[in-house]
Every structure is written in structure tokens, then in C-alpha cells.
């Protein structure tokens, strides 16, 4: 168990519409970070946030928005989704103090599993 | 932007040595971290690398060059378990942390 708790595991639904992944970090730990791995093809960052702000943006659709909240979990909302969003989603949470760019080691969540039918 | 590459598939016998090759371009290079992803399932951290020469981790060990933008993932004595996914990743100075499509070892009896 690394930790990071992401919710729901599954999730089966419909082209346009909209839905949100949540995640949980470890205790502690301030970065969280999206990737989203489609079937065959490697982790595709998608963005970072770090104690509640944006850090990085990777290739992140416009119809995908994310947020770090206080108590410092996060959500990915993804809108107007179409078949080729259907992927594994992971969120994961690593300690990086604010002024280290040192990522430090990532801990992955078991991700979230979006079917779009 | 930024490349990374690692040849796609590798086949050893187990009980064998694998060599996983990384290569990267990528400005603000920070450091590269391997890790093992079984299917279905989260990645988990194998190593890190933020300067030049070789981490050893009892069978797996991990080499980074970065004047020559590579690296390497060293697994011996295999097992069977040892099939999976292994990831190269690459984090910069802008905090981006990407990954390589993954190199899919497969450990025969």
C-alpha cells in the first residue's frame, strides 16, 4: 500500500459527458501529480500541483482541469469525453519541499479506471 | 520538449542478466528514476539517479551518464516475478517528470 488513495477505481460512462477523479496523497507529502496511461502506451503527465498551486502542465486537454485543495487533496475533472479518453488514470504524491527541485521519490495511487463507452 | 527512449521488449532466462537501456534529450535535465509497473497495477520506485555513475540496490542496479544522456537498469539473478513493465523517467528544473513507454521484460523458465 503506497499511501495515495484514489477514488472511484472504476468508472463506466457515456461520451459528453463529464466526471471527476479524486485523490488522496500521503500524509505529508504536498505534490500530487496526474498521469494518464492508455492501453499499451506509457504514463503521460498530465500536471503537477504542489501545496494547493499549479507546478507543471504537461499535454493536458482543454477539456481536463485539475485542483489541489487545502486539506491537500486533489481532483481531475475531465468534460465533453470522448472514447479516446478512456484510460487508467494515475495520481501520485511525493514530498518535495517547496525549494528543492528535487522530485524525490513518487508514490502511485492504483488508479482510476475510465471507460468511455 | 523532451525524448526518451528504451527499446520496447527484452526476453531473458530466468536466473539470467537483463540490461535495460535509457536514452534522453531534454534541457533542465534533474535527474531519472526506473520504475517497475506490473499490469494492471501502479509503478513502484526502483531507483534514482541525480549523478553520474552506478546505485546498486541488491539485484537491480541503475547507471546514469549525463553528459552522455543515458542510462541503465541492471537486473540479475531473474526471477520470475521480475516480468513486467520497467519505466524510465526523466524530471527536470521545471518539475515536469516524464516517462518512457516502458520496456516489457519477459523472464522464461
New interface residues.
Given amino acids: 500500500d503506497?499511501g495515495v488513495t484514489q477514488t472511484p477505481k472504476h468508472l463506466i460512462t457515456a461520451t459528453g459527458q463529464r466526471v471527476t477523479l479524486r485523490c488522496s496523497p500521503r500524509s505529508g507529502d504536498l505534490s500530487v501529480?496526474w498521469?494518464q496511461q492508455s492501453l499499451d502506451?506509457?504514463?503521460?503527465?498530465l500536471i503537477?500541483y504542489?501545496n494547493g498551486e499549479e507546478?507543471?502542465k504537461?499535454n493536458i486537454l482543454e477539456r481536463f482541469s485539475a485542483q489541489q485543495f487545502p486539506d491537500l487533496h486533489s481532483e481531475l475533472n475531465l468534460s465533453s469525453l470522448e472514447l479516446g479518453d478512456s484510460a487508467?488514470y494515475?495520481c501520485a504524491s511525493s514530498a518535495?519541499t517547496g525549494g528543492s527541485?528535487?522530485?524525490g521519490?513518487?508514490?502511485?495511487?492504483?488508479?482510476s479506471r475510465l471507460t468511455v463507452l | 520538449g523532451q525524448n526518451i527512449d528504451q527499446p520496447t521488449e527484452m526476453t531473458a532466462t530466468e536466473g539470467a542478466i537483463v540490461q535495460i537501456n535509457c536514452t534522453y534529450q531534454t534541457s533542465g535535465f534533474n535527474g531519472l528514476f526506473w520504475y517497475q509497473q506490473h499490469a494492471g497495477e501502479a509503478p513502484t520506485f526502483l531507483s534514482y539517479n541525480v549523478l553520474d555513475g552506478l546505485e546498486e540496490k541488491g539485484r537491480f542496479s541503475s547507471f546514469l551518464s549525463r553528459s552522455k544522456g543515458y542510462s541503465y537498469l541492471l537486473l540479475k539473478e531473474l526471477q520470475m516475478k521480475d516480468s513486467a513493465s520497467y519505466l524510465c523517467a526523466v524530471t527536470r528544473n521545471d518539475y515536469k517528470l516524464s516517462f518512457g513507454a516502458g520496456t516489457t521484460v519477459t523472464v522464461r523458465a
Avoid: H, K, P
Avoid at chain 1, 41 to 45: A, K, P
Avoid at chain 1, 105 to 111: I, N, S, T
Fill in positions: 503506497s501529480y498521469y502506451q506509457g504514463l503521460q503527465f503537477q504542489y507546478r507543471a504537461g487508467l494515475f518535495t527541485r528535487n522530485t521519490e513518487l508514490f502511485f495511487g492504483e488508479g
